[in-house]
């Protein structure tokens, strides 16, 4: 039922997820804050 | 209004220009291409980045958590609901923070900060030596608290990042990526 390796394995995966999201989002994401939405999507 | 369009003819002392229609976005149909086009390529795998591992780990955590409590811990059921239920409730406190917070903050420095707090929380608990529940139950909802932040905040990204032409294909494609999550959480965890 759960992933081999038991309970830490599951917080390791959900560790590295949201690790990999954060940097990619750090990275790579776009600013939409205050801007206009025909300027920030033409 | 029309006492605003008086004062401005008589502010500039001419009669007013007759109306006339804007298009201030790109007038061309809509296309699934435009989610993978030069300047929407990247923001939809952001966007995709972002909808799959909020929701993989918020399915993760709100689905299957009281059965950890349960059959790891041994806890009996009240008290395995209950401890989901303080998780949840965390939850919905981060995201009224995050609707109140995220326009002066935005949205970039928001989603990396609380991915990386969910990512320590996480580290956290794998740290723990032989945790007991209460301590998984801290990390656990710390890291739930920052990832519903993101949860309710890409809501209202997704749509920012497309043009009205686009917008509903975008929003759309990113909802079967959180259902993917849900129903692969679903099939293996709640047994």
Not at chain 1, 28 to 35: D, L, Q, S, V
Request: glycine share 6%.
């Amino acid at each position: 039922m759960m992933l081999a390796g038991g309970l830490p394995s599951v917080f390791v995966t959900f560790a590295i997820v949201a690790a990999i999201a954060a940097v990619a989002t750090g990275l790579f994401a776009i600013e939409t804050k205050g801007r206009v939405l025909e300027e920030a999507s033409p | 209004m029309a006492l605003i369009e008086t004062e401005t003819q008589k502010a500039t002392g001419r009669p007013l220009p007759p109306p006339k229609p804007v298009v201030s976005t790109l007038n061309k149909p809509a296309s699934l291409a435009d989610l993978f086009g030069p300047l929407y390529l990247r923001r939809t795998l952001v966007v995709w980045v972002i909808w799959f591992s909020s929701y993989f780990v918020n399915y993760g955590l709100s689905i299957w958590l009281p059965t950890v409590y349960r059959t790891v811990f041994k806890l009996p059921l009240d008290v395995s609901l209950r401890y989901g239920l303080i998780t949840q409730a965390v939850g919905l406190l981060g995201t009224l923070i995050c609707a109140l917070a995220i326009d002066h903050v935005g949205r970039r420095l928001w989603f990396a900060s609380s991915f990386a707090a969910a990512a320590v929380s996480f580290g956290r608990a794998r740290a723990l030596p032989r945790s007991t529940a209460e301590q998984v139950l801290a990390c656990m909802t710390v890291a739930y608290f920052f990832i519903s932040t993101i949860n309710i905040g890409v809501y209202l990204y997704t749509p920012e990042l497309y043009p009205t032409r686009v917008r509903a294909l975008g929003v759309g494609s990113r909802d079967r990526l959180a259902s993917v999550c849900l129903h692969d959480r679903a099939d293996r965890w709640s047994e």
